[in-house]
């Protein structure tokens, strides 16, 4: 199950969902229960290793940064 970032519209709140299904649906700021909130793109970052035992990087960061995490990113 995916977790989501998501930013509250009513206090600009920003926090992060466990989201089961497709449905975003009932999700509701954690400091004021507004549902008024919005989904945020996030950016991620991974290893993989492969059979020959060398690893590799995965990232979709910005291209102003290679951070799994930063203000450019959440525009």
Excluded: W
Excluded at 39 to 65: A, E, I, N, Q, R
């Amino acid at each position: 199950m995916p977790i989501f970032e998501f930013r509250c519209l009513k206090c600009e709140s920003e926090f992060e969902k466990l989201v089961f299904g497709t449905s975003d649906n009932g999700i509701s700021c954690p400091d004021c229960q507004s549902e008024d909130v919005e989904k945020l793109y996030s950016c991620f970052s991974g290893v993989s290793k492969s059979s020959d035992g060398s690893t590799h990087s995965m990232s979709s960061g910005c291209s102003s940064c290679a951070a799994s995490s930063c203000a450019g990113c959440k525009n």
